[in-house]
Every structure is written in C-alpha cells, then in structure tokens.
Nanobody, 121 residues
Framework: QVQVSESGGGSVQPGGALKLSCAAS????????MVWYCQAPGKERELVAT???????TYADSMKGRFTISRDNGKNTMYLQLNSLKPEDTAVYYC???????????????WGQGTLVTVSS
C-alpha cells in the first residue's frame, strides 16, 4: 500500500514564499517520477513541475524562475519551493508519484490529498 501526503501549505501575502513537501510511504514500490500539480478555484488541475529519479526537472512556463522542485530519492520525498507568490498562485497543490510495484511490476500512479496555498493581502 502506498500513501502520499503533502504538507507546507498556508496563507501568505503576495511576494511571500512557502515550501511544500510530499512524502510517499509504504512498502513494495519504486518511484520514478514525482510531479506537482495545482488546481485553482474553478479551474482544471494543471501541471506545475516534474522531477524524475534521473534528476530531470521540467516546469510549467508560468512557474519558471519562481518555483523550484527538488527531491530526496532515498526518502521518496519531494519539495516545491514557491517564491514571489502571486494571488493567481492560490490553489490546492497536489503531489503525484509514478513508478512500479516491486512484486507485480504493475505501474504505480498515486495521488495525495493536496495542500492549500492562499496568496492574499
């Protein structure tokens, strides 16, 4: 059983910063790609940033230069540093992990419950 949990959300003023964390726990799986998504009120979920276990990172254009994704492979933990936050960054941020179950080699695709980031003056 794999569990994914996010933390670190909160309320900040425009220009502020937050660091989100995502941890995948359980046994019997390996993680390849870890992804951050966000879903703003009334909008569809969208990709924020991706990190593979080979260290390849990609970002949505609107987040480049402000958000930084990082990862601790040994702990199946991922982080998202959010800087220079804007009101339009207000959203629930979700963690998604992709990999394989060790015994069956079936694909793993698990989501956390999300953590809310509110940017407001």
């Amino acid at each position: 059983q794999v569990q994914v949990s996010e933390s670190g959300g909160g309320s900040v003023q425009p220009g502020g910063a937050l660091k989100l964390s995502c941890a995948a726990s359980g046994n019997g799986f390996t993680v390849d790609t870890m992804v951050w998504y966000c879903q703003a009120p009334g909008k569809e979920r969208e990709l924020v940033a991706t990190n593979t276990n080979r260290g390849i990172t990609t970002y949505a254009d609107s987040m480049k230069g402000r958000f930084t994704i990082s990862r601790d492979n040994g702990k199946n933990t991922m982080y998202l540093q959010l800087n220079s936050l804007k009101p339009e960054d207000t959203a629930v941020y979700y963690c998604n992990i992709k990999g394989l179950y060790s015994w069956s080699h079936n694909p793993l695709d698990a989501w956390g419950q999300g953590t809310l980031v509110t940017v407001s003056s």
